[in-house]
């Protein structure tokens, strides 16, 4: 059964396959990539910033970026096409983060994951110490029951 849903361009409702997008919205978006690609074709061109790209087309960033991750602008052909990394701003080539964020992300895994592990020897510690053994007129309890 097909789904309905929203294009994430104009909001319509649509019945969504492939796509996140309408019919209109994905039309508009080929329009936009169209647009691109054609001023990038230019000789003159291919060295262009994606500042210079959005001035020149006046299509959005997020939209060349879209093309960017999904290959359809490939980097090689145009070296000085790049996004901004979601972490820290700085210009990257692929992926979501640059180096510096992906190393940071790292060691702040690690140090939760070390955290993760003291915390888990502290709650086995805890629970050894509720099995302690007591004797009351030769009478052994402990914490699972009770002892001849």
């Not at 994905?26 to 790209?53: D, G, H, P, S, W």
């Not at 006046?58 to 090689?76: A, D, N, P, Y």
């Not at 993760?116 to 029951?145: A, P, V």
Request: proline share 1%.
């Amino acid at each position: 059964m097909a789904d309905l849903a929203n294009c994430s361009r104009c909001g319509a409702v649509f019945v969504k396959g492939i796509r996140d997008l309408c019919q209109n919205g994905y039309l508009e978006e080929e329009k936009a990539f169209q647009t691109v690609y054609n001023f990038l074709k230019e000789r003159k061109n291919r060295q262009a910033t994606m500042k210079e790209i959005v001035e020149a087309t006046g299509v959005e960033e997020r939209l060349i970026t879209k093309f960017i991750r999904e290959k359809r602008l490939l980097i090689s052909k145009f070296p000085n096409l790049a996004y901004p990394c979601e972490g820290c701003g700085a210009d990257i080539t692929s992926g979501k983060l640059c180096r510096n964020c992906q190393e940071s992300f790292k060691k702040d895994l690690q140090i939760q994951n070390e955290l993760d592990k003291k915390l888990e020897q502290i709650r086995q510690k805890e629970n050894s110490k509720s099995n302690t053994y007591y004797t009351l007129n030769k009478i052994i309890i402990f914490s699972g029951g009770v002892i001849g």
